[in-house]
């Protein structure tokens, strides 16, 4: 049972506009909601409808164009870069649909990479990695790097890392995306399970119906706007753990598809201004820069592709 008293996220009135020459799109249109603490909740809509800048805007990828977002009692929309990438690395996860591992790097050394800016001792990283690769039954591949494993396995590497410093907030942008229908169903489990285990918040966007039924509460986006708030209650069997041997699909998956892990660019820019003091410490942040795994929403991208689901107004 959600406790409804406890609103760790609150969107009021929060606008994102686009302009896009003398057109003004309204991606999200004055929004409000609150989000409490262990909830699943899902922003459902369809493509265009503006969920992915509704996330981006929480989690302060993107800036708003106007409203507050606070979390934790903090108005995250006033945060400097720096406090915010503070605020990521200490209190927030990500889950992308294109996994974000860095290609260079072991599954055991993609979990521990957060923890590196969390000044966890080499041992103890190793030690949490070790366990959180277990947990999402991936122990029998910790040596292995993204292009050696099934999109469901760097999937489950991804969720590994987005949980491993027990972040109370995880946010997943169409987190299976790139699965088959029962990869993704296991994949969809795990989240849950691991998010409930340590009543951690989970903000999850997505197009699929079959997976906003996994939440507790589904925000139906439509133009930029809620169209309704559905809770749910979900049954017990939606938690199940997941054993390795379910995972079958095919290693198609384009790792180089990166971008954008916000906890990561701000855990290596605090990396750099860090003394290190462990070599492997180094090693693993220079390997890291080599991969060039570093982060921003592509926005251009956003731009090019979605016009036509916009919907224009005049300004
Ligand atoms: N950088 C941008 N510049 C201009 N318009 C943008 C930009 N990013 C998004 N948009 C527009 O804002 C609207 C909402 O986009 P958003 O990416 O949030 O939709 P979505 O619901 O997540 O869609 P999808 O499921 O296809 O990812 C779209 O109409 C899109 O074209």
């Known amino acids: 049972m959600i406790n409804q008293a406890e609103k760790i996220i609150e969107v009021k009135n929060v606008k994102k506009i686009y302009r896009m020459g003398q057109e003004k799109i309204y991606a999200v249109d004055d929004v409000s909601f609150d989000i409490y603490k262990g909830e699943f909740c899902c922003l459902l809509g369809t493509s265009g409808s503006g969920k992915s800048t509704l996330l981006n805007l929480m989690a302060g990828i993107e800036k708003i164009s106007g409203g507050q977002i606070i979390i934790k009692g903090k108005k995250i929309h006033k945060m400097n870069e720096n406090n915010l990438a503070k605020f990521r690395q200490r209190y927030l996860g990500f889950v992308f649909q294109s996994y974000n591992l860095i290609g260079s790097m072991t599954a055991l050394e993609n979990v521990e990479f957060p923890l590196i800016f969390k000044r966890v001792k080499a041992k103890q990283r190793r030690k949490m990695a070790r366990d959180m690769l277990k947990q999402v039954g991936l122990e029998a591949r910790l040596n292995h790097k993204p292009k050696e494993m099934s999109g469901g396995q760097q999937q489950r590497v991804g969720i590994a890392r ?23 169903m296991d994949v969809m489990k795990l989240i849950r399970t691991m998010a409930k285990q340590h009543s951690q918040t989970i903000v999850m966007v997505t197009h699929d119906r079959r997976l906003a039924d996994f939440a507790d509460r589904i925000i139906h986006i439509l133009d930029g706007k809620i169209q309704e708030i559905e809770v749910r209650e979900v049954a017990d069997s939606q938690e199940e753990p997941v054993s390795s041997d379910v995972i079958s699909i095919s290693d198609n998956v384009e790792i180089s598809d990166i971008t954008g892990i916000p906890d990561i660019a701000a855990a290596e820019e605090e990396g750099k201004q860090t003394k290190k003091q462990e070599t492997s410490e180094q090693e693993i942040s220079e390997r890291a820069e080599a991969d060039e795994a570093i982060p921003q929403r592509n926005t251009e991208i956003k731009t090019n592709n979605k016009n036509q689901n916009n919907r224009g107004k005049e300004g």
Not at 162 to 169: G, K, R
Not at 171 to 180: I, M, Q, S, V, Y
């Open 162 to 184: 987005a949980f491993v410093a027990s972040p109370e907030i995880v946010f997943a942008d169409e987190p299976t995306g790139n699965l088959d229908t029962k990869t993704t």
